[in-house]
């Protein structure tokens, strides 16, 4: 009977990492693609969009300036939305692990339910809910920032101010997906409060579905990169042709 329970205790010591490491390779495999590949992914492409998006908003600013802001507007208050159920769960989980006692349904999961390992599940969800706070107030200070400097004026074929206006932008909803990326991580880390099986499956099951959602298909790309692209060309040989030419 000793021996069995230190067996379905020491599961926890092998599933549990091996589930973390699924979640790690995958997303290390993520941010290499993004790097290197950055069109094959949602986020790269998600990024050139709002590059070309910053670039044709600022080429008229008073004319555009409107709805740039109450877009970086909806993004702002998107994240903090997100920010906010973060730091509530983080209270509601601390209170609760402050006033809990020993569960009596402990005999229900397979696995190991002494009160250290217990007090670990609940700080790592607790640390998910953290970095997702802290990763949401970024995305809010770079969005508030932007939203300032995508109404100033440029100066004709100086890019230097929209690129820096665009890696802002891209930062903030870097940070914003970084955040939302901790949500997700805190889905198994919540199953294995009820064992470390259920906390792997969920983590095969979310890295699966990750995996359709980041990548982009061959049509996707191809919309991305040509439609998009000539369309920005073909409104730029109109403006130079309204433009009078110097004698």
């Known amino acids: 009977m000793g021996k069995g329970r230190r ?11 091996v589930g973390l ?4 390779m995958y997303h290390g495999w993520l941010l290499l693609t993004v790097l290197r590949h950055p069109h094959r992914t949602v986020i790269g492409l998600n990024a050139e969009s709002r590059r070309q998006w910053v670039h044709s908003l600022m080429a008229d600013p008073l004319k555009n300036g409107v709805l740039a802001v109450q877009t970086i507007r909806n993004n702002i208050m998107a994240s903090t939305l997100l920010a906010t159920t973060a730091i509530t ?9 402050s006033s809990s006692s020993s569960t009596s349904s402990s005999h229900l999961i397979y696995g190991n339910t002494t009160p250290l390992l217990t007090s670990v599940k609940y700080f790592s969800i ?5 970095v ?17 400097l ?58 699966t579905v990750l ?32 433009s009078p030419t110097q004698p």
């Open 21 to 24: 490491m699924v979640l790690l």
């Open 126 to 130: 607790l640390i998910c809910f953290l």
């Open 211 to 242: 995996y359709f959602l980041d990548t982009t298909t061959s049509f996707t790309r191809q919309l991305h990169t040509h439609s998009m692209r000539r369309e920005g060309e073909e409104k730029a040989d109109g403006q130079e042709s309204m």
């Open 7 to 17: 067996m379905e205790e020491s599961v926890d010591y092998v599933v549990v990492p």
């Open 150 to 207: 995508v109404t100033l004026p440029t100066s004709q074929g100086n890019r230097e101010p929209i690129e820096y206006v665009a890696r802002s932008l891209n930062r903030g909803s870097y940070f914003w997906s970084f955040g939302l990326r901790a949500f997700y991580v805190s889905f198994p880390l919540f199953l294995w409060i009820f064992g470390p099986i259920p906390m792997l499956v969920c983590c095969i099951m979310m890295v």
């Open 89 to 97: 769960l983080s209270s509601l989980i601390g209170v609760f692990v």
């Open 132 to 148: 997702a706070f802290l990763c949401n107030v970024q995305s809010i200070r770079y969005y508030a920032h932007v939203s300032f």
